[in-house]
């Protein structure tokens, strides 16, 4: 099996090959990997701004393939289903967080791709309990930036409530996919992109977006509420300076660059800033049922499994349109 592996920040990816995939633990299921997501928490983790991964790391938690063996006491897969991973790979089920339902914010979580290997390689192992069946309607390639892009995205929503006017800032794989959900939900989406950008602004109207400009600019309407996905933290005053009294502010993204200083007026006004941590199985539940009633569309570029490197080259540089996605 080959595998893509980092060995420590900054570094490029180091392509791997060993005589054989891992076996099973109990509890376990070996996959055999078809498409895994390149994910932006996939470049902080390699650039070093998530600074906690397990070393040597196969990184990677949008993973789809099929179960290629059953570790012991696992019922409820057979060989052959097809599975999707995600960022969520384990929790404790027994601190307070788990306990009160909020599994996302487990004290002892373990996380895919960060904690536990994950999917930029031909096989992978995952907990069965933290894999998703997904819907027939979606090709391998097509589902797996549902795993966490549309995830985060489904989730960074519900907090975004009824708003009826949304905007959302940075329109890469997260926002694409976003933007279907909320239109779906009667929504009005305006979206932002770095200043510049008409080819992002272009794919963001083409998806159903009224309005698509840069993030220096203000949108024709106030929004109700805003969801962030670009790792910018100068986007929180520039997104509560475009908020409506009462609105919300949704920080999506794992890592965010510092928040400056800005007035208390522009928080004043009962509007509110937040962010959205990781994801719960019944997100996951919830939103792939959704997706193909939407339905949600995903818009990828295929990349060969030894090119890994280039694709987060690629996402760096902000050059994807849609996901970019690993094809062992
Ligand atoms: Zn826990
Ligand atoms: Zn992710």
Avoid at 59 to 65: A, F, K, L, S
Avoid at 149 to 171: M, P, Q, S
Wanted: aromatic share 8%.
């Amino acid at each position: 099996m080959r595998r893509m592996v980092l060995d420590g920040a900054c570094r490029p990816l180091r392509l791997e090959s060993r005589p054989a995939p891992p076996a099973p633990a109990p509890g376990q299921v070996l996959i055999r990997v078809a498409a895994c997501g390149v994910c932006r928490t996939d470049l902080h983790v390699v650039d070093g701004e998530l600074t906690r991964p397990k070393l040597p790391l196969i990184p990677g938690h949008e993973i789809v393939g099929r179960v290629a063996a059953i570790g012991g006491g696992v019922g409820h897969w057979a060989l052959g289903d097809r599975v999707g991973v995600p960022w969520l790979g384990w929790t404790c089920g027994s601190c307070r967080q788990c306990r009160a339902g909020h599994e996302n914010l487990c004290e002892r979580a373990r996380f895919t791709g960060y904690d536990i290997d994950g999917g930029y390689a031909d096989y992978a192992i995952a907990d069965a309990r933290y894999c998703f069946a997904l819907p027939a309607a979606y090709d391998d390639v097509a589902a797996a930036p549902l795993l966490c892009a549309g995830l985060i995205g489904y989730r960074a929503l519900r907090f975004a409530g009824t708003a009826e006017r949304l905007g959302l800032y940075g329109f890469g794989a997260a926002a694409h996919i976003a933007v279907q959900v909320a239109r779906h939900r009667g929504q009005t989406i305006f979206a932002f992109t770095k200043p510049g950008d008409s080819a992002g602004q272009d794919f963001a109207r083409s998806l159903g977006a009224a309005w698509a400009g840069g993030s220096d600019q203000l949108p024709p309407e106030r929004l109700d509420a805003a969801l962030i996905f670009a790792p910018v933290g100068a986007l929180v005053p520039a997104a509560l300076a475009a908020t409506s009294p009462g609105g919300t502010v949704v920080c999506a993204g794992i890592h965010m660059s510092e928040i400056p200083a800005f007035p208390y007026a522009l928080l004043w006004q009962e509007r509110v800033v937040r962010s959205v941590a990781n994801l719960t199985r019944q997100d996951g539940e919830e939103f792939l049922a959704l997706a193909p009633q939407v339905p949600v569309r995903t818009t990828t570029e295929p990349f060969p499994l030894a090119e890994a490197n280039t694709a987060l080259d690629r996402l760096r540089r902000g050059e994807i349109e849609g996901a970019a996605v690993l094809v062992p």
